[in-house]
């Protein structure tokens, strides 16, 4: 099993910017893929942000590229997702999620490839 701990969400402007982190736990060796999904009222969860773990190849949807960073701290087991130009769409509770597998094309976006999943962190972006 894999514990997945978000933290760094919280209330900020449009324009400005937050970043969340999310460390993870037990086993880890078995982590090939962490991302981040998103999930605003009302509507399911959407993919934001992935890297994976040792190639550090990273993927994002058109919504977030150039806005969000996802990176990584082998060393302490821990993943981040830099998120600049917020804006009030953006609002929403971000989860931490990790995959016991290398993904590849399309299996980032959907959930049912990853394994593990945070409790999530609220960001919210006021106009």
């Known amino acids: 099993q894999v514990q997945l701990v978000e933290s760094g969400g919280g209330l900020v402007q449009a324009g400005g910017s937050l970043r969340l982190s999310c460390v993870a736990s037990?086993?880890?060796?078995?982590?090939?893929?962490m991302g981040w999904f998103r999930q605003a009222p009302g509507k399911g969860r959407e993919f934001v942000a992935g890297?994976?773990?040792?190639?550090?190849?990273?993927n994002y949807p058109d919504s977030v590229k150039d806005r969000f960073t996802i990176s990584r701290d082998s060393a302490k087991n821990t993943v981040y997702l830099q998120m600049n130009s917020l804006k009030p769409e953006d609002t929403a509770v971000y989860y931490c999620?990790?995959?016991?597998?290398?993904?590849?094309?399309?299996?980032?976006?959907?959930?049912?490839?990853?394994?593990?999943w945070g409790q999530g962190t609220q960001v919210t972006v006021s106009s």
């Open positions: 999620a990790a995959a016991s597998r290398p993904l590849y094309g399309s299996t980032w976006y959907f959930e049912t490839w990853w394994n593990y």
């Open positions: 037990g086993r880890t060796s078995s982590t090939y893929t």
């Open positions: 890297i994976g773990w040792s190639v550090g190849n990273t």
